[in-house]
Structure formats: structure tokens, C-alpha cells
């Protein structure tokens, strides 16, 4: 058995990868898939990327992107998600802000700098016309973090994914002003080049298994009962995100790579412009 290691979020975005775990898709292929849940997301995931902590990661297309730009050593192996991620942006239930425009010069809790949260801060701004140089944030490292801030008042708003917060909403921890939705498909497979050069067929046995699994993933019966109960939502925010969710087994093409390079470029997240040839594998 080859062990690999590999990182994600703890979401029901990646189901798919524990069910082809706990069924044994990899084993049979001599393959020890260890994965590893990483609630900080993508600015986190992309540091284990540069540090060999880990050789494969499901990261944020934007994050990666930025994180090659600096100089990490990694590539994009194909989209793993090619639907946009709805940000809910979110305040304290007990806030003053009702709208939106109340955010501007307010204080963001962002995961990590480099992470999801904290590049669509930018591109949220930007499409509500305000100065981005005004951004300010305040690290919160998870979900939890984030609730902490917000309550006690360190940061004014949080962007995360929709359906992950909505339990929070349910509850009254968190009222959500609006959604943002990235303007390009949202989740990648992402590999450290060094890891790839050596173990070229090994990768690709991983995603050929992944994709089998992704490609059937929303025939499986009662799958959104499965999704439900295991990550606590309600049956009808799954069935709605199911609605809105489409898992890929491609490489992005290069006018989305183009687009997220400009972006990061335009709100001066990204000091050079690199090339999609940087970032994708063949």
C-alpha cells in the first residue's frame, strides 16, 4: 500500500471522498488515502501544501491561484466543483447591520489570509464599489473563531459558505445580509509538483477513482438524507444546495484561469500576473 496524503475541508462538499475511502475504492488500488479535515480552509491547506505536510488538497480556486502566484509549488490537477460557492455574508443575530452597505469600513473575520474569506472580502467590496484598501480583518481560524468574533463584537462580518452557516442562522447565532457568489467554479484538486513528478500514474489512479465517485455521487438513493444527517442540515437547505451543486471531472479551462488572475491582479491580491500554463497540469 502507497500512502497519500490529503487534505479538506469538513464538508459535505467532499463526501464523496470518504465514501470511496470508507468503501475501500483506494485500497483496492494499493492506495492508503489518509485524509485530513482542515476546518481553517484554503489558507491553511495551501501552508501544508508549501511545508509537505500534505500532496493532495481540495482548496478554493482563488486561494491556489494566489498561492502559485506567491510561489508555492503546486499545480491544479482539475476542477473538483465547477459551480460557484455561495458566500453568506453574515453578521452577529444581536448586530446593528441590517443592510449591507452598513459594512463598508467595518472589520471582517477572515480564516486565514490567503484563505476563501478572506479574497471574497475583496471581491464583495469591489462589486459594492467600495475602496478595498479600506478592508480591514481580524483572524478568526474556524467556523467557531468566527462566532466568538462576531458576538463579542472583535469583527462586524464573516463570509462562508451558505449552506455550511445556515444551521447557525437557523439558531440565531447568525443573520445573513446576502449571498456572494464567486464569479468562477469554486473547488480544485490540487497536488504539490514534487509530488506529481514522481508519482504521475498514482495521481492519476486518484482521480480516476474520485471522478467515478463524483460523476454518480447525486444518483446515489437518498443521498441527501445521507448528506443530512451527517452534517447536520436540514433536509431541504441539502436538497436545495444538491440543486445548486455540480461536481466536475475536468480540467478548469483556461478563460477561468484568466479571469481569477485578473481578478486577484485588479484588486492587487497577486503582485504579477502568471499564466494559466503556471497553474495547470497538462
Request: hydrophobic share 40%; net charge negative.
Amino acid at each position: 500500500m502507497i500512502e497519500v496524503r490529503i487534505a479538506g475541508v469538513p464538508e459535505h462538499f467532499n463526501l464523496p471522498w470518504h465514501m470511496a475511502i470508507e468503501e475501500g475504492a483506494f485500497a483496492d488500488k494499493g492506495i492508503d488515502l489518509q485524509w485530513e479535515d482542515v476546518p481553517e480552509g484554503t489558507g491553511r491547506m495551501c501552508n501544508m501544501l508549501a511545508n509537505e505536510q500534505t500532496d493532495l488538497a481540495i482548496t478554493l480556486t482563488e486561494g491556489i491561484v494566489k498561492s502559485i502566484a506567491e510561489g508555492n509549488k503546486v499545480r491544479v490537477l482539475q476542477e473538483y466543483i465547477s459551480t460557484p460557492l455561495l458566500w453568506g455574508v453574515h453578521v452577529a443575530y444581536n448586530s446593528p447591520f441590517t443592510d449591507p452597505s452598513e459594512l463598508e469600513g467595518g472589520k471582517v473575520a477572515i480564516s486565514r489570509y490567503g484563505s476563501g474569506s478572506h479574497l471574497m472580502a475583496f471581491v464583495h467590496a469591489r462589486e459594492k464599489g467600495w475602496d478595498t484598501e479600506d478592508l480591514q480583518f481580524e483572524v478568526v481560524n474556524t467556523l467557531d473563531g468566527a462566532v466568538d468574533s462576531l458576538q463579542s463584537g472583535w469583527a462586524d462580518y464573516f463570509m462562508w459558505e451558505h449552506f455550511t452557516t445556515k444551521p447557525l442562522v437557523d439558531n440565531n447565532t447568525f443573520r445573513r445580509l446576502e449571498d456572494c457568489p464567486t464569479p468562477w467554479p469554486c473547488f480544485v484538486i490540487a497536488v504539490r509538483q514534487s509530488f506529481l513528478n514522481k508519482n504521475e500514474q498514482l495521481v492519476k489512479e486518484i482521480l480516476n477513482t474520485i471522478n467515478g465517485y463524483s460523476r454518480e455521487f447525486k444518483q446515489i438513493p437518498s443521498i441527501d438524507r445521507t448528506l443530512a444527517n451527517r452534517y447536520g442540515q436540514q433536509l431541504d437547505d441539502i436538497r436545495e444546495w444538491l440543486s445548486k451543486t455540480r461536481w466536475s471531472q475536468k480540467q478548469l479551462d483556461v478563460l477561468t484561469v484568466d479571469n481569477v488572475i485578473d481578478t486577484l491582479f485588479g484588486l492587487n491580491l497577486i503582485s504579477n500576473k502568471i499564466k494559466p500554463g503556471d497553474i495547470l497540469t497538462n
